[in-house]
Each structure stands twice: as structure tokens, then as C-alpha cells.
């Protein structure tokens, strides 16, 4: 009998253990996405930041930027890390 009932207390236990780290993990993920993400938004509008080309324009043949490695000596480019 007692047996019994602390097994089913462990499975009980167990399973509300498993529900409520679900429910915490899902909270604290939903509060750094907002903290990280929302305030690097935010900035970035008001400074008018654009992290990609994305406007479509008819005219263009691509949508590749040019990449000019003229601007700097090649030797800058050997040990770039």
C-alpha cells in the first residue's frame, strides 16, 4: 500500500516537475528573445540601421553586392582573425 502510493507520488512529482520546466523554460526564452531581439529592433529603427538589402528593384540584372578589393592593401586580407 505504501509502496504504492510513493510510486505514484514519484510519477505524479515527476510529471508536474516536467510540466512547470516547460512552462518556466518557455517564459524566460520568450523574456531574453524580447529583451534581445526587441531592443536591438528598436535601435535599429531609430537609427535607421538596415542589416539587409531587401528593397526589390526592377531595374537591377542581380541582387549580389559588388565587392571592391581595391579599397584596401591585399596583405590586410591575409590574417583577417
Known sequence: MIT???KGF???SKA???NISI??????????YLIGVG???????L??????D????????TYWSGL????????EYYRQF
Open 4 to 6: 504504492q502510493f510513493t
Open 39 to 45: 531592443i536591438v529592433s528598436v535601435i535599429a529603427k
Open 54 to 61: 531587401y528593397q526589390e528593384k526592377k531595374s537591377r540584372d
Open 68 to 75: 571592391n578589393l581595391t579599397q584596401k592593401p591585399i596583405e
Open 23 to 32: 512552462i518556466v523554460n518557455s517564459l524566460l526564452l520568450f523574456i531574453v
Open 47 to 52: 537609427s535607421n540601421k538596415r542589416f539587409l
Open 10 to 12: 514519484k510519477k505524479g
Open 16 to 18: 508536474f516537475g516536467e
